[in-house]
C-alpha cells in the first residue's frame, strides 16, 4: 500500500450531525472523468436515511460529498481520500486558502483571455509554481482550460493535455469556490493523498457510510482509461476491492459502490445482487461528441430501501 502522504487528527464524534444554518449549496470545483454529477438523480435514490461518518476515498470532483452536505441538512464527519495529489492540494488549500486561491484565480482568468493558447501552454509547460497555492491555481486553471477537463500524465509524470476549445472558460467560479470552503470546514473534511484501503480500513465503523467510485471495469479493449495517477486499476484490484466491501459489510458499515455493468463485476458482487441496481449515464470523455452515448452502470449496496431516503 501507498503510504500517506500526511495525517489529519480525527475530528470529535460529537460533530456528526449538527445543524448547519447557513451553509450554501456547491458543486464540484474540477472537471473529472467519470464524475458523478449526471448521476446524482439515481444515486439520491440509494442513499441511506442515516450515518455517523462519511468516506469517500475515490474522491475525484467530489460531487457526491458535495450533494450530500449541499442537501441533507446535516453536518457530518468526512474522510476525503485520492491517490492524485495534486488533486488533494488543490482541496486543502480551497479548504484552508481560498481567498489567496481566488485572487491567483482571477489573475490567471484575466491573463488567459488575453492570449488563450499562448497562456494556456506557457501555464501547462513552463510556470512551476513555488507554493502549494499556486500549484492548486496551476491545476484548478488548467483543468478548466483543457481538453474536456482530462486529467493525463506522460512517464515522467508531466500534464499532457492539450488546450480544450472554450470561448470563455469559467477559470475562477469565486462564490462556488468560498462555498467548497465552508463545506470543507463545516464538516472537518479529512484531506489526504492516501491508498482508499488504508483510509477505510482504518477508520470505517459501524453505522459509516462509504461511497466507493473506482476505477471502472473497461468495457471494451478501448475504455481502459484509468491513469489518473501512476497506479493503474485492473482485474486484481477490482477483486481486492469487493474483499473491502465484504469487509465493510461485516463491519455494518453502509456500503455504496458504482461500476461498469459488466459480466466481470456483476460476478464479483453477486452476495449483494438484490441491491444491484442498473442506471444510464452519458459519459463524455471522447472526442467525439457523436460517441458519447449512453453508458451502462452499476450500483452495488449492502443495504436495503427501507434504509435509504
Known amino acids: ?46 442513499i441511506p436515511s442515516e450515518f455517523d461518518q462519511y468516506f469517500e476515498p475515490f474522491l475525484g470532483g467530489g460531487a457526491m460529498f458535495f450533494h450530500l452536505i449541499s442537501n441533507r441538512n446535516r453536518i457530518f464527519t468526512a474522510y476525503l481520500a485520492d491517490l492524485n495529489r495534486d488533486l488533494i492540494t488543490s482541496y486543502k488549500i480551497v479548504k484552508h486558502n481560498v481567498k489567496e486561491l481566488i485572487q491567483l484565480l482571477k489573475k490567471y482568468e484575466a491573463e488567459y483571455k488575453e492570449d488563450p493558447i499562448e497562456y494556456y501552454y506557457t501555464l501547462r509547460d513552463t510556470i512551476r509554481p513555488k507554493n502549494d497555492i499556486e500549484k492548486a491555481a496551476r491545476f484548478i486553471a488548467l ?85 489518473y495517477t501512476d497506479y493503474g486499476f485492473g482485474d486484481n484490484d477490482q477483486e481486492q476491492l469487493a474483499s473491502i466491501f465484504r469487509k465493510l459489510d461485516d463491519r455494518k458499515c453502509r456500503v455504496l459502490m458504482t461500476n461498469s455493468d ?34 451502462k452502470e452499476l450500483l452495488v449496496r449492502n443495504y436495503d430501501n427501507d434504509t435509504c431516503f
Not at 512517464?155 to 476549445?165: L, Q, S, W, Y
Not at 480500513?201 to 459501524?206: D, P, Q
Open 262 to 295: 459488466t459480466p466481470f463485476i456483476r460476478e464479483l458482487y453477486s452476495d449483494f445482487a438484490t441491491n444491484t441496481k442498473e442506471v444510464s449515464v452519458l459519459r463524455a470523455i471522447n472526442c467525439k461528441a457523436s460517441k458519447r452515448t449512453g453508458h
Open 1 to 46: 500500500m501507498q503510504k500517506s502522504e500526511d495525517v489529519e487528527l480525527r475530528p470529535s464524534p460529537h460533530s456528526a450531525y449538527q445543524p448547519f444554518g447557513e451553509l450554501r449549496n456547491c458543486y464540484p470545483f474540477v472537471k473529472w472523468a467519470g464524475g458523478k454529477t449526471q448521476l446524482l438523480v439515481e444515486l439520491d435514490k440509494v
Open 143 to 227: 483543468n478548466k482550460t483543457c481538453y474536456n477537463g482530462l486529467y493525463r500524465v506522460n512517464r515522467a509524470g508531466i500534464f499532457n493535455v492539450p488546450i480544450g476549445r472554450y470561448k470563455n472558460p469559467p477559470i475562477c467560479d469565486s462564490n462556488n469556490l468560498e462555498n467548497v470552503s465552508q463545506a470543507l470546514r463545516y464538516s472537518k473534511a479529512i484531506i489526504q493523498a492516501r491508498d482508499y484501503r488504508q483510509m477505510i480500513l482504518e477508520k470505517a465503523e459501524k453505522g459509516d457510510f462509504v461511497f466507493l467510485d473506482p476505477p471502472y471495469n473497461p468495457t471494451s479493449s478501448t475504455s481502459n482509461f484509468t491513469n
